[in-house]
Nanobody, 124 residues
Framework: VQLQASGGGLVRPGGSLRLSCRVL????????VGWFRQAPGKVREGVSY????????YCPDSVKGRFTISRVDAENTVYLQMNDLEPEDTAVYYC??????????????????WGNGTLVTVSS
């Protein structure tokens, strides 16, 4: 099983990025996929998750209204559209798979496989 995260980069405050997580090695539409992030010196935190049924979860209040998660089953890919980025969004973003509908995602209690990280830096 592989989860391949991509799309990070350097962006100015107020800018946008779209992260991608491509999944190989399991039946994609049987699982949920989502994102965590880890900022320097901080613990890893859940960001967002989309279940196999399409239910959506967003974790920190600070990303609600700015981040949008979506999945394209035909592409085995989950996207995280991040708009109006803030310096506080700077972190390594990791994608991971899960089995539930998202109730335990934010507490990192529903992850099966992890992918690589992609660095997002928001700075002027």
């Amino acid at each position: 099983v592989q989860l391949q995260a991509s799309g990070g980069g350097l962006v100015r405050p107020g800018g946008s990025l779209r992260l991608s997580c491509r999944v190989l090695g399991f039946t994609f539409d049987d699982y949920g996929v989502g994102w965590f992030r880890q900022a320097p010196g901080k613990v890893r935190e859940g960001v967002s998750y989309v279940s196999s049924l399409g239910t959506l979860t967003y974790c920190p209040d600070s990303v609600k209204g700015r981040f949008t998660i979506s999945r394209v089953d035909a592409e085995n890919t989950v996207y995280l559209q991040m708009n109006d980025l803030e310096p506080e969004d700077t972190a390594v973003y990791y994608c991971a798979s899960g089995s539930g509908i998202g109730a335990y995602w934010c507490d990192n209690l529903d992850t099966d496989y992890w992918g690589n990280g992609t660095l997002v830096t928001v700075s002027s």
